[in-house]
């Protein structure tokens, strides 16, 4: 019997309740108990009642200078910390020495302090009859334990005593695909892999010595079939026997499995089977050692891969990629890496290779892949430019490896294609600052350092100026002036041109606005902004009109240009988003008119308002050739448009132009680029002038 009183604020224990239960329990003779404390590294029993001592037959002073040890023989240090647990109560059968040193059966309740720094001990008799109920109890508890631990999904072993098992569940019985018979006693340890045996015999030793402890280990199926595990070992201690333990297991397989495919996926291209841009890179960078040679990559590109495409169908450039990247893994030496580095473009490291060496797998490579391939009952050869670079002491990472061979790469491409070149110096650093330039130029358009200049257009009929274009320029910090020839292409390049673009357009209604409220009816009546056939998009109409909007300008003031090749890109795409621009009411125009391949009969279909005359046509009227110029400006009168013609450099061309039925007119001989400022007072005077 046990008695547990509660007290609490709220419903207190009146004091002479537990006074009398504590009186009970001291002077009883049926119930012992003694009172465990931590004393230093040991445990002593400090307290006893008259039960305890009637029990064991000591006096009160030689039970209190007692070890807890000497009263349990049986329990080793391990399991002596199980019964004194300080989380819960405990409980177990086992001998208890006595005075005499004979020892008595007894079960033994332990019940922790809150501080777990003592423990109360129950010892009770087995011989008495409430324990023959308890011990009956406890069989019918080890009956339901022992069904539930069968009827487990978690694969379950119980050894009672060392490595051998006395109980095995069908869970477990299951995962290895035998029966109980084979695996108890030391039998188990046959399903446990060969490799991994010694890790889980060390295991299980920590578990018997009172260690919970787990293990990944591999687990040999009776088909002969690998389950791969997680074996948790928890300690168990059996009175009478001795330190056995209890091990539940995870079958981690599929898991395991799933999680490589996960991986697989991620590192590796899907329509090849290839390493892919991220496995490249840790695989290059794991054997990149700075300040030595050895390491080299063959950067690959297909050439006219697009025709492929667009001839034949994806279908058929899937089947190319794929043909090619199987080729590449026959012809590499065993142990090179071949990577799809993303498109059209592959990537082959190899390990301790001179650059003579490089250069005929390069070789090797490109008679492999020129073989025909039947595409769509089509021959088609695969011919491929490649760039060769060799690690040397100057390369400080992986990624300038790489970066170097890509470099190589553009730079077959640029010699005519199918062609194998090895990276030189001046390409390397020429590459390099381009490099720079792009971030220093992404840096220019963040912080708006790009400027504009705005150069009058002029009306044929009377000379006075009635518009101004848009002119981008940069003026680095270090390198001075910058052309619009070089960093407008850069910009295209490297996928900053819709910054570049948006700030042109958002600066030249912000200037256009400010000349309002300076010059009012003076002001340039329209500026003309040029925009790159990678803004021609579904994005360009909804930018120019929030443009428009956040500076409170009609859209008439703004005239789009565009080039005419930009507009042949993709014809029906451009014409569509055209139309969306002058459904806005702003103007368009097209640019460099003439230089092109575009079709008359598209160009009449085209919503534009204008056509520019190019200026290498304006240059020809100085020579006497006036049949392109004058055959632009026929062809828009005939179409109902306007012309602009640029580049007008004296005042014969100007003249000329005017007399061939030019429209407007624009160049350095009738006004130069000018600055927001200086345009505003130039367009003050001129409306002075007219007055």
Known sequence: MSVTISVDDDDRVPPEIVSSVFYSATVSDSLALVVAEAVGNRSRITWGNVGAMELLGYGLDDLRALPVDHLFPSLGGGELKLLLRRERATRMTLPVRTASGATVEAVVTTTPSPNGRMWTVRILSTTSEQERALRATADAHERRFSTLTERSPVPTLLSEQGMRLAHVNDAFCTLVGRRAEQLLGTGWIETVHEDDLDTVIEQVSAALDGEEVETQARLLRDDGSLRTTIIRFAHLFTPGVGAGFVGTIEDITDRLAFEAQLAHQANHDPLTGLPNRT???????????????????????????????????????????????????????????????????????????????????????????????????????????????????????????????????????AGGKGRITVLDQRAREQARDKLRLVAELRDAIERREIKLLYQPIFSTVDGSPVAVESLARWDHAERGAISPAVFVPLAEESGLIAGLGLLVLDETCRQLAE?????????????????????????????????????????????????ESALMKDPDSAREILHELRDLGVELAIDDFGTGYSSL???????????????????????????????????????????????????????????????????????????GGHAAAWFAAQGDRTR
């Open 279 to 413: 496995l490249l890179a840790h695989y290059v960078a794991g054997r990149f050692v700075p300040g030595t040679g050895g390491l080299a990559c063959l950067f690959l590109d297909l050439d006219n891969f697009k025709v492929v495409n667009d001839s034949l169908g994806h279908t058929a450039g899937d089947e190319l990629l794929t043909e090619v990247a199987a080729r590449l893994t026959t012809v590499v030496r065993p142990g090179d890496l071949v990577a799809r580095f993303g498109g059209d473009e592959f990537v082959v490291v190899c390990e301790n290779v001179e650059q003579e060496a490089a250069v005929a797998l390069a070789e090797r490579i490109s008679v492999e892949l020129a073989r025909p391939v039947r595409l769509g009952g089509v021959d088609v050869r695969p011919y491929a430019s490649v760039g060769v670079t060799v690690q040397t002491e100057e390369h400080q990472s992986a990624e300038e490896l790489i970066r170097d061979c890509d470099i190589a790469m553009y730079q077959a491409k």
């Open 601 to 675: 009969a598209y160009l009449r279909h085209l919503p534009v308002n204008c056509l520019k005359v190019d200026r290498s046509f304006v240059a020809e009227l100085a020579h006497g050739h006036t049949e392109i110029a004058s055959a632009v400006i026929a062809l828009a009168r005939s179409l109902n448009l306007s012309t602009v013609a640029e580049g007008v450099e004296t005042p014969e061309q100007a003249a000329e132009l005017t007399r061939l039925g030019a429209t407007y007119l624009q160049g350095f001989s009738l006004s130069q680029p000018l600055t």
């Open 515 to 563: 000349w309002d409220r300076l010059m009012g009816w003076a002001a340039p009546a329209r500026a003309n902004v040029n925009v790159s056939a990678l803004q021609l998009d579904a994005n360009l109409p909804p930018q120019v009109s929030a443009a428009l909007e956040r500076h409170g300008l009609t859209p008439s003031r703004i005239s789009i240009e565009i080039t």
